[in-house]
């Protein structure tokens, strides 16, 4: 179907691929169509002839027109060379793609889920937005203005201790270990019956619950002269009838009785602390403290390295391992890579 375009000089309506110049020159004044001038439907869609000729048909399956960058003309895609003032088609810019245009439909009104549909498309925007704002990856340059390094050394010793504990709290690596019966607490024990007291009740009794009361017939017309009935009841309560007596009951008494168990004394082996020395520097070389094991002695060792760089406002530390650190040299640029979720690593 065969679309037109109204010209804003003259207003002269035009069609879309018969008119002057193959549809984009004005028929009334001569006017190059342009991109501002779009393309509407006919108003009556019913008596639009259908376009047949394949010529034509060619250029509905081509891309959008193009637009002269020298003179705005529009031009259709297959040609080659603007028909206004020559320039090439290389040298133009491409309008924004049109959009399918849409046909005047009578629908029944509904309510509109635009609202819903616009807030769900904004909420998932915003999240999105969000998580690649900061999990996307930065590259760029830092230089290196400090570098701290710490390290510990503690001398430890293997110590013969004493402790006591219950049988089933020993530790398996203790050794002489001696143990004895002993109360770890108590439980109750020796059912038997106690506290003797009268206590009333009931025998014999009859009624209890509810009956059928307050009947009455319930009646529909049916539109004959006659009536439909059932008849409709409430629920009475019936009144308890009983004999009563007294009898002895018992309550249910319990002794407290020792639970026993295995109580241990014992000896075990643990690596003691008995000296630390730390030593700490602003530099790439870093040294151990001096400390050496004895008999029954050992030496336990802990560091830890931290290289600041910046970048304009921007600063971020590194904990590397120690043949990276002695690498490390203030004033050193190197590639980095970040986000704004706090991740960071060197590149190089």
């Given at each position: 179907?065969?679309?037109?375009?109204?010209?804003?000089?003259?207003?002269?309506?035009?069609?879309?691929?018969?008119?002057?110049?193959?549809?984009?020159?004005?028929?009334?004044?001569?006017?190059?169509?342009?991109?501002?001038?779009?393309?509407?439907?006919?108003?009556?869609?019913?008596?639009?002839?259908?376009?047949?000729?394949?010529?034509?048909?060619?250029?509905?399956?081509?891309?959008?027109?193009?637009?002269?960058?020298?003179?705005?003309?529009?031009?259709?895609?297959?040609?080659?060379?603007?028909?206004?003032?020559?320039?090439?088609?290389?040298?133009?810019?491409?309008?924004?793609?049109?959009?399918?245009?849409?046909?005047?439909?009578?629908?029944?009104?509904?309510?509109?889920?635009?609202?819903?549909?616009?807030?769900?498309?904004?909420?998932?925007?915003?999240?999105?937005?969000?998580?690649?704002?900061?999990?996307?990856?930065?590259?760029?340059?830092?230089?290196?203005?400090?570098v701290?390094?710490?390290?510990?050394?503690?001398?430890?010793?293997?110590k013969?201790?004493?402790?006591q504990?219950?049988?089933?709290?020993?530790?398996?690596?203790?050794?002489?270990?001696?143990?004895?019966?002993?109360?770890?607490?108590?439980?109750?024990?020796?059912p038997?019956?106690?506290?003797?007291?009268?206590?009333?009740?009931?025998?014999?009794?009859?009624?209890?619950?509810?009956?059928?009361?307050?009947?009455?017939?319930?009646?529909?017309?049916?539109?004959?002269?006659?009536a439909?009935?059932?008849?409709?009841?409430?629920?009475?309560?019936?009144?308890?009838?009983?004999?009563?007596?007294?009898?002895?009951?018992?309550?249910?008494?319990?002794?407290?009785?020792?639970?026993?168990?295995?109580w241990?004394?014992?000896?075990?082996?643990?690596?003691?602390?008995?000296?630390?020395?730390?030593?700490?520097?602003?530099?790439?070389h870093?040294?151990?403290?001096?400390?050496?094991?004895?008999?029954?002695?050992?030496v336990?060792?802990?560091?830890?390295?931290?290289?600041?760089?910046?970048?304009?406002?921007?600063?971020?530390?590194e904990?590397?391992?120690?043949?990276?650190?002695?690498?490390?040299?203030?004033?050193?640029?190197?590639?980095?890579?970040w986000?704004?979720?706090?991740?960071?690593?060197?590149?190089?």
């Amino acid at each position: 179907m065969e679309m037109l375009w109204d010209c804003p000089i003259c207003h002269h309506e035009n069609k879309g691929v018969q008119g002057e110049d193959e549809g984009l020159r004005c028929s009334g004044c001569g006017a190059q169509k342009t991109a501002d001038t779009p393309y509407r439907m006919p108003r009556d869609i019913s008596r639009a002839a259908a376009v047949t000729d394949p010529r034509h048909v060619g250029w509905g399956k081509a891309a959008a027109h193009w637009t002269c960058s020298y003179c705005g003309s529009q031009e259709r895609d297959l040609q080659g060379q603007c028909s206004s003032c020559g320039a090439s088609k290389d040298e133009r810019v491409r309008p924004p793609q049109a959009q399918p245009l849409k046909l005047p439909i009578e629908v029944p009104k509904r309510r509109s889920t635009v609202p819903l549909l616009v807030g769900g498309l904004a909420t998932i925007g915003v999240v999105s937005g969000a998580l690649y704002w900061g999990l996307s990856s930065h590259a760029g340059e830092a230089t290196i203005t400090k570098v701290k390094w710490s390290r510990e050394v503690r001398l430890e010793e293997k110590k013969t201790l004493e402790s006591q504990d219950w049988a089933d709290n020993v530790p398996f690596s203790a050794f002489n270990k001696s143990c004895n019966s002993k109360v770890r607490g108590t439980t109750k024990c020796n059912p038997h019956r106690c506290n003797p007291h009268p206590e009333s009740y009931e025998y014999n009794c009859t009624g209890g619950g509810t009956r059928a009361c307050n009947c009455r017939p319930q009646c529909t017309d049916t539109g004959t002269g006659l009536a439909k009935c059932k008849e409709v009841c409430d629920r009475c309560p019936v009144p308890k009838t009983c004999q009563t007596g007294t009898r002895t009951v018992y309550d249910t008494c319990y002794d407290t009785c020792p639970v026993t168990d295995m109580w241990c004394s014992y000896q075990y082996h643990s690596w003691e602390t008995v000296q630390v020395e730390n030593m700490q520097g602003s530099d790439n070389h870093p040294t151990w403290p001096e400390l050496y094991a004895g008999p029954n002695q050992r030496v336990a060792q802990s560091a830890r390295y931290e290289v600041h760089y910046t970048s304009g406002d921007q600063n971020w530390v590194e904990t590397p391992t120690e043949q990276v650190f002695v690498t490390r040299e203030v004033g050193q640029a190197h590639r980095i890579e970040w986000n704004h979720a706090g991740a960071f690593q060197v590149l190089d």
